[in-house]
């Protein structure tokens, strides 16, 4: 049988789910292309990038990957110069951010196409990398 | 007295200082950046003054503009919180000949205590124990790799100005080493402007346990007793409590008498920490050895549990010290009851190698309960930016037993929602849930080799009530005539 849940909004974004004759607070916000629910110590995230994608994703097309930059960044060290064999796991790149060192990892074994930063430069959330074949 | 305190910080730290400020009828005055302009810590203080762009260097850090505003306002004191100018010798004696108070120990001394060769030397003349290691003489790539191999791998290259982990590298054979000096390097210059290096033999499997010590003018000097700091990753805290578990009386007191002989041989004033390394005795938690790390010569983020324990107000004790006052307590009437813990709130994806997330709180809801304390620096509808530290806010419980504490630290984390931006609440939990750590004897290690498994995104499954309160939201929400109650800040009523 299907179970059957009652729904009591109590103040804007949060929700009192009878399950079972037992109630659990749930707490809903965001967009409508990125919702984000909490409960019990877990969050939820559905519809994620929905309408345009997330920073700091993976592009992948045709078998070819660019790796992005996932937020605000300066390039510390660039590790691979184009034509260079790569396997997954490598860094390629390190970023730093929030005063912290960030390596951008391959994501899969493949050769590197492009690379699209320089060492102390300032790159923005999206702005590609490198691109690997 | 204190009459108008300028506190030199931002977040949950300047907050907890306004607080006492308002306590000790103290005039607060905050700094902030131009995008804090309406954060928390600028709206809580008596008088706030924006002191240039987001950029720390250019706010929070810029020495010029600060001690140019504790000028043009009148101020006779400043706090500096911790991290950005705390540990900054060269600020603390610009201070002191404009003839203000620097809330925190002498320049000299923490001048001394942030090199850590000079703070080993004085450390090793006092007879405390400290790492083997050594500073290189010869300070190219090539004399830092040497002295890696005289002092054997694994080992660590740090920066001899470093602290919190930054510009600090492991060092596993030789093979790593050409690289882990560079990196060091890097981050030492980048975030110190000192590119010094030293280096020193790792240990295996240590906990990190530290002392909290007082002094005051007057040459007096106490302990806080100690704080168990072995959840770390990267060398960041994540979890801090008090009394450290599973060590003997033994092993406690000669921690503390030690910590006391290493602040009387810095002739310190003020908050301080003596950090060590415990080695784990093989079978005997009452006799392991221990060495002296470093001593941080400031307020520490992990402060509260040890208020927590002993009743004690260490930012009220600052603040009467700094004035010329003697300590508010002598040895003997400090005790301490109970189990503390702090968990640290970052902005960070566990899921994806713990990168520190930028973005808007959308929804954010403290926890109130007995026996839980929440030292937050942000609100919903604050943008946590690229700019500062991802730390968000501690959770800190206290009971009576550690069995009750971490039971009352994963109630309060069960029942805190920050949605907007990634962070690691439920990486805590399942940290504190762990067996590991609950049987109380983790190392520093722990969350290096453990913390994978403890950070897997387990959020694929949406269970169906969390999909029923969805919908919900998707009605309430859904229709395009009604305005999106996301983007009204609370305030909006069907």
Known sequence: ?133 | MIKRLLIANRGEIALRVIGACRELGIESIAICSEPDRNARHALAADRAVAVGPAAPSESYLNAETILNVVRSSGADAVHPGYGFLSENADFAARCEQAGVVFVGPPASVIRQMGSKIQARHLMQAAGVPVVPGETPTGQSDDGVATALKRVGFPALVKAAAGGGGKGMRRVLSADDAAEAIRAARREALASFGDGTLYVERLLERPRHIEVQVFGDALGSIVHLFERDCSVQRRHQKVIEESPAPSIGPRLRDRLLSTAVRAANAAAYRNAGTVEFLVEQGAGSTDDGPFFFLEMNTRLQVEHPVTEQVTGRDLVLAQLLVASGQSLPWLQDQILARGHAIEARVYAEDPANDFLPQVGRVLLYREPTMPGVRIDSGIAEGDDVSVHYDPLLAKVIATAETRELALARIAAALRSYPILGIRTNVAFLLRVIESDSFRAGNVDTSFLDTQGAWLAQDETADIPGHVRAALRAHEDASGSPAVPDPWARSGSWRP
Not at chain 1, 20 to 46: H, I, L, S
Not at chain 1, 96 to 103: F, I, Q
Request: with cysteine.
């Open chain 1, 1 to 133: 049988m299907t179970p059957v849940f009652k729904t009591i909004r109590i103040r804007p974004g949060t929700y009192r789910v009878q399950m079972d004759g037992k109630y659990e607070t749930v707490y809903v916000t965001g967009p409508r292309r990125d919702r984000w629910a909490y409960w019990n110590g877990q969050v939820f995230r559905v519809n994620e990038g929905a309408a345009d994608p997330g920073p700091g994703r993976t592009h992948r097309s045709e078998g070819s990957q660019s790796l992005a930059a996932p937020m605000p960044a300066t390039v510390v060290k660039v590790l691979v110069a184009p034509g260079a064999p790569v396997r997954g796991g490598d860094t390629l790149v390190v970023l730093e951010a929030m005063k912290m060192e960030l390596p951008i990892r391959a994501t899969g074994d493949g050769t590197v196409k492009a690379v699209h930063c320089r060492e102390g430069e300032l790159v923005q959330p999206d702005s590609v990398l490198v691109e690997l074949l």
